[in-house]
């Protein structure tokens, strides 16, 4: 039979459950529905056997919640709110996770009327015995899971990691379209400002290159001279092939100018000739 795939594996109908066993809990983070133990044996030996490791981990969390648990006195139960959450959890190598039954016996304490003689009692049980039938919360399992930085859970924690890479990569996402509009703003202010001076650049250029009209009109004059004694130009006829002569002239120098250019400054020198002013 061949194994299924880490997409086909469905838990989620453990979602509604708040108690685990060891061995439950143990196949659930290592990634497989703990009723197909068995077949997870043959299939999957590895994962099999990373269970196995995981179940040695909630064994040595539990004996270490059960011996701190046995060393609470009479004044701590009465002030701490929960015996297993450490401030700083460096200062303890091996997380705790409490059993159901711990918790019970530790709510059962701070309500009591003697608790010196039920803290005599907590100290002569064993929380260990008949190990298979012992559970554990949801919540304990996760901050358990949580304190050791267990970052490969495929239970438990699997959905909210997802969710938490889900905000991380948004808010990724968002920073950049932010530094992007920012950045595009710059530069847009930027090509704005270079505009403005350009404009003023070329308006200034403008008006520094405007040339002097008498100096405008000799020139004129000088071309409608050459042009009517070395092309024959004729302003009044109807036809004449000064424009065109002039045009493949100029073509041969290695220069172009058009038709329609050529013959609106003869034109236009042929009326500044006609007034005769200098």
Same mark, same amino acid.
């Given at each position: 039979?061949?194994?299924?795939?880490?997409?086909?594996?469905?838990?989620?109908?453990?979602?509604?459950?708040?108690?685990?066993?060891?061995?439950?809990?143990?196949?659930?983070?290592?990634?497989?529905?703990?009723?197909?133990?068995?077949?997870?044996?043959?299939?999957?030996?590895?994962?099999?056997?990373?269970?196995?490791?995981?179940?040695?981990?909630?064994?040595?969390?539990?004996?270490?919640?059960?011996?701190?648990?046995?060393?609470?006195?009479?004044?701590?139960?009465?002030?701490?709110?929960?015996?297993?959450?450490?401030?700083?959890?460096?200062?303890?190598?091996?997380?705790?996770?409490?059993?159901?039954?711990?918790?019970?016996?530790?709510?059962?304490?701070?309500?009591?009327?003697?608790?010196?003689?039920?803290?005599?009692?907590?100290?002569?049980?064993?929380?260990?015995?008949?190990?298979?039938?012992?559970?554990?919360?949801?919540?304990?399992?996760?901050?358990?899971?949580?304190?050791?930085?267990?970052?490969?859970?495929?239970?438990?924690?699997?959905?909210?990691?997802?969710?938490?890479?889900?905000?991380?990569?948004? +808010?990724?996402?968002? *920073?950049?379209?932010?530094?992007? #509009?920012? !950045?595009? %703003? &710059?530069?847009?202010?930027?090509?704005?400002?270079?505009?403005?001076?350009?404009?003023?650049?070329?308006?200034?250029?403008?008006?520094?290159?405007?040339?002097?009209?008498?100096?405008?009109?000799?020139?004129?004059?000088?071309?409608?001279?050459?042009?009517?004694?070395?092309?024959?130009?004729?302003?009044?006829?109807?036809?004449?092939?000064?424009?065109?002569?002039?045009?493949?002239?100029?073509?041969?120098?290695?220069? +172009?100018?058009?038709? *329609?250019?050529?013959?609106?400054? #003869?034109? !236009?020198? %042929? &009326?500044?000739?006609?007034?005769?002013?200098?």
């Amino acid at each position: 039979m061949a194994a299924p795939t880490q997409e086909k594996i469905d838990l989620s109908h453990y979602d509604l459950i708040d108690t685990f066993s060891a061995r439950e809990a143990a196949c659930l983070i290592a990634g497989f529905d703990p009723k197909t133990e068995d077949a997870v044996y043959n299939y999957d030996y590895r994962k099999f056997c990373a269970a196995q490791v995981i179940e040695d981990a909630i064994k040595e969390a539990h004996k270490e919640a059960e011996r701190h648990f046995k060393g609470i006195g009479v004044h701590i139960a009465g002030i701490i709110p929960d015996p297993w959450v450490r401030e700083i959890k460096e200062l303890e190598p091996v997380p705790y996770l409490p059993c159901t039954n711990m918790r019970a016996w530790f709510e059962h304490l701070k309500n009591t009327s003697s608790p010196s003689s039920e803290v005599a009692k907590i100290k002569g049980m064993s929380f260990s015995v008949g190990y298979e039938k012992i559970k554990f919360k949801r919540e304990d399992i996760k901050r358990w899971l949580e304190e050791k930085d267990y970052n490969g859970a495929r239970y438990f924690l699997s959905e909210h990691k997802k969710q938490l890479q889900k905000l991380d990569y948004q +808010k990724e996402m968002l *920073d950049r379209e932010l530094i992007s #509009l920012h !950045e595009q %703003a &710059r530069d847009l202010e930027s090509l704005r400002q270079e505009n403005a001076e350009l404009k003023a650049q070329v308006e200034e250029l403008g008006a520094s290159q405007d040339i002097d009209p008498r100096l405008k009109n000799t020139l004129y004059k000088m071309i409608h001279a050459m042009a009517v004694i070395g092309y024959k130009y004729d302003p009044q006829a109807a036809r004449n092939n000064a424009v065109s002569d002039i045009a493949n002239d100029i073509n041969a120098a290695g220069l +172009k100018v058009s038709n *329609d250019t050529i013959r609106t400054h #003869l034109q !236009e020198a %042929a &009326r500044v000739a006609a007034n005769k002013a200098e």
